[in-house]
């Protein structure tokens, strides 16, 4: 006889701890462990549970379930993207309150062929890509593409017999719609014990997150015991942490790297901005910098506080800070004068460089100095000019160049946050790749700068040196040291 199967998500104790992210605790480790297992090969349980964490302190006290799972659904993605070193403003979902249930889902399955299901469920469900979803399904591209407009015109339809308008919506905004609407589940599905059950298993035939739930069980992204809510002496979310945050002027910038190196445990979440835990070891070596004059006491901002979040660690990507702390520190950091510390301490002032007894021989040094500049002046070769010529522009979404067929070139993107090569070549024939076919190359590029490097020799150690480069004004002088016979631009 089959087992009874207990009800997903349990109920707390009302006495003790109803919040919604507890209540939905095993719906919203489902869909954050999907996000992170679609982008990475290996899910970490300190990651699940940092990126869980991100998630329910996002989530407000009387979510329903429909709407923790949208939200930690994109919480986990804003994980991933910390973890990248990208920390992008907080931006709700204008479509937040609109959170499908079943039965939409159900009308758009009854109306379909086999090739829009396919599209409904794995595109917009699974998040496979079109062109992939095309090699699976082994049909033409262009049939996949038309299945899609189809799906996005099914849910306007259905949407629309209950009152909703999708009128004027831009593609992008329905898309998201669609996916929801592909994995609306219902409020009734097996708990954690039930899931591996005869019943349970034939209910995720019908149901997505429970169908994910199992996928995710059987690859060992999770554990059963992952869906059980913690117990109630644990705070669902977490409780807060105490941070310590700094920002530098645009002209003390170059400081921030050797500050960075100097603080370990702390994160860069903007291009002048570090935060960390907070400590008076920390804060010792802040007071240290400012005596140096690196940065000045004028050029920096410091704040101790307590807020939402806490510091993740991970011994691949490195920690990132998860929770709403970085947007709460912001806002502190940028409602304070320069030069003012908040929860600690006034920043010291620069201490005056000791008197040098050197400038007893100033004046006879001056002599023989001058003598010594003469010479190698009179001496010295003029710059050579660039082995190569190089011509380069940017048109739309691409950069055009033009150089000699003989040479070696590299190209990357480069701003103060973040340095990527977008080619090398190791030999002149690589850059055929690039040939626009009338005797020119091209390389798609965001809107970053793009530094393009054309030389008469391999440019071996490019990469690195555009990855130690403070901005674009860095590298290119720090290529032009190496390299100086290389023809160099940049494209804005």
């Known amino acids: 006889m089959e087992p009874n199967v207990r009800v997903l998500p349990s109920l707390p104790h009302p006495s003790t701890d109803d919040s919604a992210a507890r209540r939905h605790w095993s ?66 979902d204008p479509d937040a309150e609109l959170l499908p249930g079943p039965a939409w889902r159900d009308a758009v399955l009854g109306s379909v062929t086999p090739l829009h299901e396919a599209v409904f469920r794995l595109h917009y469900g699974d998040g496979v890509p079109l062109e992939e979803l095309a090699r699976r399904l082994e049909v033409d591209a262009s049939w996949v593409r038309a299945a899609r407009e189809a799906v996005r015109e099914l849910v306007r339809v259905v949407v629309a017999e209950d009152g ?19 994995l609306a589940a219902g409020d009734r599905c097996p708990g954690p014990g039930g899931l591996g059950t005869d019943l349970g298993r034939a209910h995720a035939e019908t149901c997505p997150r429970c169908a994910r739930a199992l996928r995710l069980l059987r690859e060992g992204v999770i554990a059963a015991a992952d869906l059980f809510a913690p117990p109630v002496e644990h705070r669902v979310p977490p409780g807060p942490s105490e941070f310590l945050a700094l920002s530098l002027h645009v002209d003390a910038r170059a400081a921030l790297r050797s500050l960075a190196a100097a603080l370990p445990g702390f994160v860069r979440v903007d291009a002048d901005t570090l935060v960390g835990p907070a400590s008076d070891a920390a804060v010792e070596t802040i007071r240290s910098a400012a005596r140096e004059g690196a940065p000045r006491r004028a050029q920096v901002r410091v ?9 993740a660690e991970d011994p691949v990507a490195g920690p990132a800070v ?9 806002e502190l950091l940028g409602a304070m004068p320069w030069g003012e510390a908040r929860g600690v301490d006034p920043l010291p002032e620069t201490l005056p460089a000791p ?18 500049v003469a010479g190698v002046v009179a001496t010295r070769p003029p710059p050579s000019a660039p082995a190569v010529e190089l011509v380069a522009s940017r048109a739309g979404s691409e950069v055009i160049f033009d150089t000699s067929d003989r040479a070696y070139v590299d ?14 070549s190791t030999r002149p024939a690589d850059k055929a790749a690039l040939a626009t076919g009338d005797g020119r190359f091209r390389v798609p590029a965001d809107t970053r700068p793009v530094l393009v490097v054309s030389a008469a020799e391999e440019l071996v150690d490019l990469p690195a040196i555009v990855a130690v480069a403070a901005d674009m004004a860095d590298a290119r002088q720090r290529v032009a040291d190496r390299y100086p016979s290389a023809a160099i631009a940049v494209v804005r």
């Open 27 to 92: 719906a919203i480790t489902i869909a954050v462990a999907w996000e992170l297992a679609r982008r990475e090969h290996r899910v970490r349980p300190a990651a699940l549970a940092a990126a869980r964490d991100h998630a329910t302190w996002r989530l407000s006290p009387t979510a329903s379930l429909a709407e923790c799972e949208a939200v930690a659904s994109a919480a986990a993605r804003d994980f991933l993207d910390r973890r990248g070193g990208v920390y992008a403003a907080y931006a709700p």
């Open 322 to 330: 998860v929770g709403p702390a970085v947007e709460r520190l912001r």
């Open 355 to 372: 008197p040098s007894a050197a400038r007893w021989w100033a004046a006879a040094a001056l002599v023989l100095g001058l003598a010594s």
């Open 303 to 311: 704040v101790r506080a307590t807020a939402p979040g806490r510091l």
């Open 411 to 424: 190209v990357a993107s480069l701003t103060s946050a973040h340095s990527e090569v977008l080619f090398h």
């Open 164 to 182: 909703v308008s999708t009128e004027g919506w831009a593609p992008e905004r329905l898309d998201r719609l669609a996916g929801r609407v592909a």
